[in-house]
């Protein structure tokens, strides 16, 4: 932290700044200026209030330095963690792909994509059992009769499921079912969903929420980790802007960030980034060669008949071409990178 | 819904986007226009999903028409429902004055800020129990005794207390203690917990997510009310933007927007808009004259010990100041709307 | 400047960062910190280039801590800048009412309205001449003719008369003709029209940019006042979000930042924030009470056959009742800040 | 154009609406819903007011229908134009890439990149003479000394150069020595630059604004269209959002949207999106991947000492790197599009 002053700040003001910053337990350091004085504060532990201090008397500004992730960060651990789930891995070199409906509707619906997107190249099937929906009038999913069929899917296809608890109390069925428990965007910071999930004994898909910062997400990262489950998968699909020409604004600049900051695999959803199908395939493209680890996509056999996200799922023949559009791109990254320093791969 | 076909349609398009639509169950009118056919959907019950019919061929854009929401609707309800908490009322002609401290801390802490905030003209009294962090390294709240404080601060003061239900699991508890059930921004979108809410027994005070439209704002509050509650009380917060002078852009053109889509009361919190102490006078100037039903605003009596939020918490002697600033706004914004008809005293 | 340097950051990396900010002519005194090193830079003049730092080796943040601007700022002058305009006084404790229609559209159009609204309390006569159009099919505005007019209108009403100069071509005739060149949101960063703006003998009105930050409007502010005219008018409009029930969002709380960081005044334009009628006098009112130095504001004495922006502009009865309705919450405002210091007076 | 009318709309504001209409010269068709009338707006040349008619009595929204562009749309061409510069094609299955420094500082420095970037694989050769600056106090380039020197380098290298015109003052300059005329960003909506391109006799690079819509974009190059310039070449360079991990956040959205929109190339700025190096190499792997028609990227050989935008500029290894990778994305983008319809490829 840094506590710039004003440059008519009294030498009052710099020494109450400076008593309120020992009072705290830290150490306060002045910088002598040419104009104006500046405070760092030093031995903190964890990330220091910047707002209290700005308001002091005098003060123009309190700047943080440290970051507050701890466990998720690159300087918690240098490499790359990988995920295993049921023989698929997930970051570090391997590209994932996970495919299925946006909810599953029956079990005809879902035997029939999975056998679909699985010859497509799908590892990982997709499909919600519990939707979070806008308005209390639309398809609320099928709950626990939608896992029944996840985990028939799996036992039919030998993929692992992923699937969405929305709540706290979905969680202790999801983890019971599912290979992945997702938290979706609108839970983010659903606090005790994440305290939760850090207790599960399953891997955890957490997306983005379409207005949170980098540090926001790898924030909720942390607090599954500091339950104790290392496992966390991060998803990038879109944030909110001013933009409406996509349902979301994929911040493909995201990746490149993430990867830097932390160790953990991050995927991207171009499904809900897009909200309309004609921009899947190119977003899918573009997340594969900017160095995610892996897509999530949603596949329907009949979209105009789905009961949700019809619109933006891909015909399973789209699926098909994306797979094989995809696969060189990932080839010609991988290369790309070879050779390279692990430092330099970072931000590949 | 309004379906408009590119200027090259083939007759065979159209056909079928009518034929889609009245497979829904809805009627189609073709509508001929210079250059392009448009297609009108009606007697859908409900919203009609525009991302299906907008991916059909020869479709250029699928326009939805009708507001999603319906008990919350001004159509459903032309005058403005007041609510009465503790002999407190809150809507339509009457200004409510909520404040405290971000957390509760103590329970003199409590009854001190309490004593204060009455005496300047606060009716109710805000503070958080159970707190949504950021960060898991952070201070989360007293729990269960910081309710047992607050319900001492209502017997002690006659104030009605206000505190936030983080998620479902402490939502009895809340229900148990306070008078209002607050849901913060965070989890305007915590479908299982607006679910419990609109079986409570109690008024819910709604934030507004940071990067909710207002549709999706009334949404949530169509969940309560369809549950069964209707004493619901909206809140303005600001919202997340490229800006950053201020925490978050206090979206003052919400207030008669909201005013006039809907006959719930909407209130405005100034010190999560700013997040920072000078910021909260003035924006509370302008919430009052805008035509908002109330404020909420932080206060506490020694903000540099405060254990959240302490930089965007007032002093009682910068609250004693607000309240008698937005006093005579008021007075002057109800006389000025005296003598108007009932439909224009809704954008006033 | 701050440089943060990484945890793991080699000694050789520190000294190159220390080697790079001396070289710039600067001086660089490392902090060590518990965990890491800093790196403040000292006796630099002007701003230092916080990316180039930041992308040394080593370097994880490079944080700016002085502001860019200096003319335009507090530090440089602490009280606030009055402007007369025709025996107007624009700032510091004076309320500035200027209106009239988006264009000039007649003589007739011109004064019908310039008596309206001078009835109504307005001081100052607004309409443009030459207007920016999205589409080059649009109607551009009457150019010189409507100069013309508008000095006609300044003839027979006394008021005098502001209207935009859309480029460095027509500033010389806006020069001539009007009393305040406005400088349009597009404009904001329209640099050789700003250095021209520096050199002209009137008033400058310089509206913020609808992506603008406070910062890059008051740099641009400050390319005016570089060039030698310190009579600068700053105006916020609203700015682009996600948000869209009105056209752009009002940034209330640019008011009191603006007031607090520069002398200069800083009035609201409620219509082009609104685009929409009903929310303009809402707006007007929350502008007022925030504490901005005056309005400007659409009217037209038949809005359905304007020729531009006829949504957005009031019946003249309406802004009748904008100027009964904001004159008390100015004289309550001005009430409630009697008796403060002069520093507490910046940001009421 | 479709007005929806409230479900209590009295028939006489259904008349007046339609009164409205017509009195425009156009053909109201009333349509009953089950629970509203909407009223359809025919036989309108150009786009038609949605907030004029919005804002009469009993109405409850104006829905715009048709697009407001025409030259530039694919309704107007359906096939991909093609521009060639000095032998160099942008558009329709040929990429391109624009490197150099942000400014031309001097002949040595020109001419030292250029060679660099030309070996790498760059074919058009970029450098700023005029440099738009947010502040007044920073370099503003060498002005008609480096346009004298980008011919210098097109003589040497063979490259065509393209440079910004920041104003209507030095495009005849502009249009004099280089190749391609840059419109940047700030200027997107500088109408009377953008006239003033439609008359040059040299292709014109539109760079989007940082909060401009697709539709505004393609609005702006209708200008120049519509002044007789049909080379004009879009570029998307990042937007302004509420996320700070980079400068702007690069839409890349964009690409298939405007494919789908319009006839003209677009390609994509990744330096400025960035403005930082390290995220320069994954952005525009992702660009080329998405399927813009080429790139735009700011090279230096040595960022350190550069006089502007240093820190988001490559060193030349890097854009050795970034020219090695991009390449077989290109191929594997080409590839997979073989086959397809010309339909299907303008979304590819």
């Known amino acids: 932290?840094?506590?710039?002053?004003?440059?008519?700040?009294?030498?009052?003001?710099?020494?109450?700044?400076?008593?309120?910053?020992?009072?705290?337990?830290?150490?306060?350091?002045?910088i002598p200026g040419g104009e104006r004085v500046?405070?760092?504060?030093?031995?903190?532990?964890?990330?220091?209030?910047?707002?209290?201090?700005?308001?002091?008397?005098?003060?123009?500004?309190?700047?943080?330095?440290?970051?507050?992730?701890?466990?998720?960060?690159?300087?918690?651990?240098?490499s790359d963690t990988v995920i295993e789930v049921g023989g698929v891995l997930i970051g570090n070199g391997h590209f994932t792909i996970m495919a299925g409906p946006c909810a599953v509707e029956s079990e005809q619906q879902a035997l029939t994509i999975a056998g679909m997107v699985k010859k497509a190249g799908a590892q990982i099937f997709r499909g919600g059992a519990f939707k979070p929906r806008t308005s209390p009038y639309a398809f609320q999913g099928l709950g626990e009769e939608g896992l029944r069929i996840l985990a028939k899917v799996r036992a039919e296809t030998g993929m692992p499921v992923v699937t969405e608890a929305i709540d706290h109390e979905v969680v202790d069925l999801v983890e019971e079912y599912a290979d992945i428990i997702q938290i979706g965007a609108r839970s983010m910071q659903n606090f005790s969903l994440l305290r939760r999930a850090g207790k599960a004994k399953k891997p955890v898909l957490l997306k983005r929420g379409m207005a949170a910062t980098i540090d926001e997400l790898l924030m909720a990262a942390e607090y599954i980790m500091e339950g104790g489950n290392d496992r966390v998968i991060l998803c990038e699909r879109g944030v909110r802007t001013f933009a409406h020409h996509s349902r979301n604004t994929l911040d493909i600049s995201a990746i490149p960030v993430v990867r830097k900051e932390t160790h953990l695999p991050i995927i991207v959803d171009p499904s809900h980034a897009a909200g309309r199908r004609d921009q899947v395939i190119p977003l899918s493209r573009a997340a594969v060669a900017v160095g995610c680890h892996g897509l999530m996509v949603e596949v329907h056999h009949a979209p105009e008949t789905a009961l949700s996200d019809g619109p933006q799922s891909l015909y399973p023949a789209q699926f098909d071409d994306l797979c094989r559009q995809i696969g060189p791109i990932f080839d010609v990254y991988k290369t790309s990178i070879n050779g390279c320093t692990e430092a330099a791969r970072k931000t590949l």
């Open 1 to 30: 932290m840094l506590v710039v002053m004003n440059k008519n700040a009294a030498p009052a003001d710099i020494e109450a700044v400076m008593g309120a910053i020992e009072r705290k337990g830290y150490t306060a350091r002045p």
């Open 38 to 78: 500046a405070i760092c504060v030093l031995h903190n532990e964890g990330p220091v209030d910047a707002a209290y201090l700005a308001a002091l008397p005098g003060v123009k500004e309190a700047i943080p330095v440290t970051r507050p992730y701890k466990l998720v960060s690159r300087e918690a651990q240098a």
